[in-house]
């Protein structure tokens, strides 16, 4: 530039004439203005890019969005005072999400004109003449945003906050805000001014009531602070409700008050409501500017006395919640698949965004917000009738469960001393195996006292019940057994795991794998498992693929297969694992929720369903067929007088933990699974135990709950359709003593053939041993074997003889028949079929499962189902639970247990920590 100026000087300089002086004149002129329009010609190239880059940004922020319908948009945009509903499979209605908002919707002209006028003032003076955006408006949000400066002026129309409310989430990405100006000028081109303004005044939230209750809507403002219709309000009050959307929790007059019991609500006045009137004022004066109220009629509403003209405070009615259990549940696992939309519309992992605290409840925050604010409709597997009749028969046999203590404790959130119970609690689940789907389930006894659902959230060790999943199965599918293969039940040491069976026993003598499952015995098991693991069979994989994840360390540890986990398992966990077997072998996810809608009736999500084949059919029909044996002559022979059904095509297993913490049935036909699980929640480090007879308790209880069931639809049993043995299982005949072929051992000295009495053992992979002195029991020792042999050719040894540990008084018959062994009395009238049980001896029995003597669901790995198990293990289960509400369940589902009276939306409340 100096060099040009110079240029000029010069040139001036050397000026003659007036023509020349015109002529220099005229060229820096023409020089001066090519300069300036080059200048401005690049600033336009450099603007057209930037307009160019910005409009292409925009484009692909919105290019992945689905462009809605004008009737779509018609819908959403209506749907105001409403939240998702939640249905049962046949479509009836089980509830409606519990807002807290009150609302009521209107016509405009319903309204009174001086609070729609106030509403265009303050919100959107330029509302009537922009095409639903404003770019001067949009350009200072964007130096807002990235200068911080000048925030609270904000950039949105009242389109745009419309199509905020009712078409999109509350996030504030750049994305959204560019969603956001496509779908505000979409719905301005659709719609009318007034039809937006509507709509507007509709959706808007204004803060608490004064009962507390958060308002949606100037009706429902109107009614909650001034107790008057929207159409009859006065200036000064129409200013006052048109200030509140901006900041409603600051603006409005009232807070909300919750009794200690959280069973209560009530609005009162805060002490200080400085900043509400001042940001009414504010609104005045705009509508003073914008000419739409008078000088005299500003200052008069100005002057106006509005702190006398609000409601006194009031107490706030509680809402009834029917089927709460239901209800809790859907709200849980729909909230869960938006937040996996939300993180996958977002591009992110589900997986990463849990591991983030933050991260994550911003999703759970939008995904609550959109249940509760949108018309969702959430379709779920549960079957009314069938879900009625299960948990009428729960609630009819909770008296007979056991003993309901009673406590003082001190309330973690108060602080203070209370009163508490503790009943028995219950958690069942029925499963169609086909499908996956959950038809009915038990949460729990009382959902007024505890509204944690035992079904489908407390971990609790799963005892005996998991013995076929962990170690026989992967056994049997590995070709390491066959089902009348020879196990060990005796005295046993493993390091410092000292394992027994039921009531500290131990059996003294070899049993057959057919006959520990049937009367569940420990000690066999433990061997076996021991067994599998030294030959390199991992139960992990078929584990998890059942849908139970457990760490390498519980599966190192022995007790596993005795129940002895860390953290326990669901009740749905087990039943959906074991309707495996039912399956032929294949695992079919569980699932409640199976499709969302929204309100246009585009479906948001659809359940998608999961198979994975875990074992053979082969290994599953085996299991089946020694499962069998437990309903007709094992633990759970009392099904066999018990049911109204026939048990012909009935499988199951029975499970205890250690000092009765717990107890387990698990009952399949080809059509269903039905799991019931009871025991304390003890949640107030309380160390109540189940009574010794618990095992029949619950056996009853299941049968009762199977009856009405099957009275209810007998289709989803099918008990009828039995097991067909599939191609490659097959039966050997073996010494039912040794599980070996039939043949000749030498004892003392002298060869002598062993085949007095034979069996049939089936097999998938493998086949039985020859016949041999010893070496045909797993876990067997050469003093068992020489125990076996002196007793088998009549030296009356001790062997079969039940020895009894611990301090234990109860005799072998007393301890058979408190575990449920139909041994004892040899009762059964279920038909015998498939090769099913074929051996019986005389033996005592017993039931088994592990947990250590703590709270709540907490296990053992390594002790025994009711029985010792000293040595290493440890395990802590969880569970969450609360107890609110007093008020009287109503008496059209009373029966049921799992109606109350709420003033918010139901949920559970944090854990109580032992």
């Known amino acids: 530039m100096k060099n040009l100026w110079n240029s000029i000087v010069n040139s001036f300089k050397s000026i003659k004439s007036w023509s020349d002086f015109a002529n220099k004149a005229n060229l820096t002129i023409e020089v001066i203005r090519r300069i300036i329009l080059y200048t401005i010609a690049g600033l336009m190239v450099l603007l057209s890019l930037a307009i160019g880059l910005g409009m292409g940004y925009v484009s692909a922020l919105t290019s992945q969005v689905d462009v809605p319908t004008k009737h779509e948009m018609k819908t959403q945009l209506q749907d105001v005072n409403n939240s998702a509903t939640l249905y049962f499979a046949d479509g009836t209605k089980v509830e409606n999400l519990q807002k807290d908002l009150e609302g009521k919707k209107l016509s405009l002209n319903e309204m009174s004109p001086y609070l729609k006028k106030a509403i265009v003032s303050t919100e959107d003076s330029d509302f009537y003449r922009h095409k639903g955006v404003l770019p001067k408006s949009i350009f200072r949000a964007v130096i807002s945003d990235v200068t911080g400066i000048g925030a609270q002026t904000g950039g949105s129309t009242l389109t745009q906050q419309t199509v905020k409310m009712q078409l999109l989430s509350s996030e504030t990405t750049w994305k959204r805000k560019a969603v956001e100006i496509f779908l505000a000028m979409r719905v301005d081109k659709y719609f009318t001014k007034d039809e937006i303004l509507e709509d507007y005044l509709n959706a808007a939230t204004f803060g608490a009531n004064n009962k507390g209750q958060n308002t949606q809507g100037v009706q429902a403002a109107a009614k909650g602070l001034f107790g008057k219709n929207a159409s009859d309000l006065n200036l000064a009050e129409s200013a006052f409700i048109a200030g509140l959307p901006q900041s409603p929790s600051v603006y409005t007059p009232y807070t909300k008050v919750v009794s200690s019991n959280n069973t209560t609500q009530r609005g009162t006045f805060k002490d200080d409501m400085s900043l509400g009137m001042k940001r009414k004022d504010i609104v005045l004066y705009r509508m003073y500017r914008d000419k739409k109220i008078t000088e005299q009629e500003y200052n008069d509403a100005k002057a106006f006395d509005l702190k006398s003209d609000f ?41 990463a965004v849990k591991k983030d605290k933050n991260l994550y409840e911003k999703y759970y925050t939008q995904a609550d917000t959109e249940l509760h604010n949108k018309n969702y409709k959430i379709h779920s597997t549960i079957d009314k009738n069938l879900y009625v009749a299960m948990n009428q028969q729960a609630q009819q046999f909770k008296g007979n469960l056991g003993t309901v203590h009673s406590d003082d404790a001190t309330d973690p959130n108060t602080g203070k001393a209370i009163k508490v119970s503790e009943p028995v609690q219950n958690g069942s689940v029925l499963l169609d195996n086909k499908s996956g789907q959950v038809l009915a389930f038990v949460g729990g006894v009382n959902f007024k006292k505890s509204q944690l659902n035992h079904a489908f959230d407390t971990q609790r060790s799963p005892g005996s019940s998991i013995k076929p999943l962990i170690t026989f199965a992967p056994a049997i599918e590995n070709g390491l057994i066959g089902s009348q293969s020879m196990l060990a039940d005796f005295k046993a040491k493993f390091g410092s795991y000292s394992p027994t069976d039921y009531g500290e026993t131990i059996q003294n003598r070899f049993v057959s794998a057919r006959e520990t499952l049937e009367e569940s015995y420990n000690i066999p098991s433990v061997n076996l498992y021991n067994y599998i693991m030294q030959h390199g069979v991992s139960s992990k994989k078929y584990m998890s693929k059942m849908g139970i994840n457990l760490t390498d360390k519980e599966y190192r540890q022995l007790g596993i297969t005795l129940g002895g986990t860390a953290t326990g ?51 599953s029909y085996i299991i089946k067929n020694m499962l069998h044996g437990v309903v007709t002559k094992g633990t759970a022979s009392a099904l066999s007088y018990e049911s109204n059904f026939s048990t012909k095509n009935l499988f199951g297993k029975t499970g205890t933990s250690n000092d009765y913490r717990d107890n387990w049935f698990i009952g399949s036909t080809d059509g269903m699974t039905l799991a019931s699980w009871i025991g304390y929640d003890n949640f107030y480090g309380n160390n109540y135990n189940l009574e010794s007879n618990s095992t029949d308790i619950n056996q009853e209880l299941w049968a009762n709950m199977a009856n009405s069931l099957y009275a209810e639809d007998k289709s989803v049993f099918n008990v009828n359709k039995s097991f067909s043995k599939p191609a490659g299982v097959r039966s050997y005949k073996v010494d039912k003593e040794t599980g070996t072929y039939t043949g000749s051992i030498g004892y003392n000295g002298i060869s002598t053939k062993v085949n007095q009495h034979t069996a049939k053992s089936l097999y998938y992979n493998g086949s039985p041993s020859n016949m041999s002195y010893d070496g045909f029991a797993i876990g067997g020792k050469a003093k068992n074997y020489k125990l076996f042999w002196d007793n088998y050719f009549g030296k009356d040894n001790g062997y079969m003889v039940v020895k009894q540990l611990g301090e234990n008084t109860k005799s072998a018959n007393e301890l058979a028949n408190e575990n449920g062994s139909g041994r004892t009395t040899g009762f059964s009238n279920s038909t015998n079929s498939n090769e099913s049980s074929e051996v019986v001896t005389n033996s005592a029995s017993s039931t088994a499962g592990t947990n250590r003597n703590t709270t709540n669901s907490t296990t ?38 799992d109606t109350i009276s709420s003033n918010t939306e139901t949920t559970e409340t944090p854990s109580i920590s032992e």
């Open 860 to 897: 053992s790995n390594g002790t025994s189902e009711t029985g010792t198990g000293s040595g290493s293990g440890a395990g802590a289960g969880s569970g969450t639970g609360s107890e609110t509400g007093t008020s009287s369940e109503s008496n059209n589902s009373a029966s049921t247990g």
């Open 311 to 351: 409601l006194k405070p009031a107490k706030a009615s509680p809402k009834e919640i029917k089927y709460g259990y239901i209800y809790n549940l859907l709200t849980e696992q729909s909230r869960t698949i938006l937040i996996k939309r939300l993180v996958k519309n977002d591009g992110i992992k589900y997986s």
């Open 569 to 619: 398992v669901t009740v749905l966990q087990q039943a959906s694992a074991f309707s495996t077997f039912a399956n032929k072998g294949v695992h079919v996810d569980p699932y409640v929720v199976t499709d969302i809608q929204d309100p246009s009736g585009k479906t948001l999500y659809k359940h998608k369903g999961s198979k994975k084949r875990v074992f053979t059919k082969q290994t």
